[in-house]
């Protein structure tokens, strides 16, 4: 295989392992929280039992704390990072 073509392939695969990483970020700093999806209508006996929305104040107290990086952030980062400079020096050699 040429050199090229594995370069592109490291870079795209570095470039992916970024979003991956920072999919991790967002999803352990809370800043899903208080989403909802209504896929189907209730029933009025279900929305009376349904559990109530969580308050505003709530909600900015959790996604206001600080932004934690996990190890499988840490490590798709790093790996990520490494194959797209791997990346660019097989492509331009």
Not at 15 to 42: P, Y
Not at 49 to 69: E, G, L
Request: aromatic share 10%; proline share 4%; with cysteine.
């Amino acid at each position: 295989m040429p050199r090229m073509v594995l370069g592109n392939l490291d870079f795209l695969v570095g470039l992916f392992l970024i979003v991956l990483g920072s999919v991790f970020i967002v999803g352990a700093g809370h800043l899903f929280t208080g989403w909802r999806f209504h896929i189907r209508k209730k029933t009025d006996l279900e929305a009376e039992n349904d559990p109530k929305h969580p308050k505003a104040k709530d909600v900015a107290s959790i996604k206001n704390q600080p932004i934690k990086v996990n190890k499988y952030a840490r490590y798709c980062l790093g790996v990520g990072g490494f194959l797209i400079v791997l990346g660019i020096v097989l492509t331009s050699i």
